[in-house]
DNA sequence: GGCTTCTTCGAGATTGAATCTCGATTGGAC
DNA sequence: GTCCAATCGAGATTCAATCTCGAAGAAGCC
């Protein structure tokens, strides 16, 4: 069963990327001696097959309607190893709700929130990561990931 | 994971600063015909007094230390309107609290986040802003406001 | 001051995401 | 296959955030 998502984009799934999680998780684990189960294939299934910001609940969701029935506790606990394992990552999109997106297969980006329309646009830029890498620097820092939210509204011509 | 204190250049009350944010928050109570209360203004006192990271809980229990005694439901209801005044901003510290901060009287500022000791430093750059301004003009967006996080991992020397 | 009106407040109930508990299940080493 | 620690799931629990609605209070008017 397809995934119910609104806007019915069919997510591009590149197995290429999923093999690459795959192979990441399954280093990540063994590394940690951290077990191999069904469900955390299953999670990592789901998340790679979206392509867009998603909660908890709504993994859950799509998890249980393709037939994976995974527990919330299990969910959250296994989000967060995912997270460690540079898979996936939190979204903070200026709402109330924590929400996630896959960052393996995806570029380094970040967020420009419209305050009126809540429209969210995805982009990089190679000159705010400079800058930013050479201001961590000053403070003897190494980055290792950058949350950036743009607020700001819309120019309507 | 509790969390520590930022450091780097901690910020002086200036009287001024809360002078200058009553004056603020009474334009922005008259312009949208709200009252102005004495929880309203117990409240504003207090975060102009703070000039660190507070949860809604610390801000609540300082209150309370100070004899100034604000329900929960009321104090929520204000913060909202702090921020939209322009007086108070969330932060995200990539704990999953909802923290604040008050930005007058402070600059605009950045916050870099040690992963492993939770050290948390605020600093700024121009360059970032530019930056991110040349992003978001690129898709015809108007700043309001930049939050960025930098994760990393302090070098030892 | 006192009167009136409308906003705001507070105490407690409610919600809902996130976490915890603990007996049952399972992966994987042997 | 056997064994045992790691993991799982269902439901209970926690706790920040929100909601409800009668009481209290701000501000305009006289």
Known sequence: MPNKKPSGNPAPLKPADFDEALERYREYLKRKKLLFTRERIAI??????????????????????????????TLYRNLDSLKEAGILAEVDLGNRHVQYEHV??????FHIICE????????????????????ARKHGFDVSRIKLQIFGTKRRK
Do not use: C, P, Y
């Open 116 to 135: 009126e329309t809540s429209e969210i646009i995805e982009d990089d830029s190679v000159e705010v990561e400079k800058a930013v890498e050479i201001l």
């Open 44 to 73: 990592l299934e789901e998340v790679m097959a979206r392509h867009d910001h998603f909660s908890v609940e709504e993994l859950h969701d799509s998890l249980k309607a393709n037939g994976k029935k995974v527990s919330r506790a």
């Open 104 to 109: 393996l297969g995806h570029r380094q980006h």
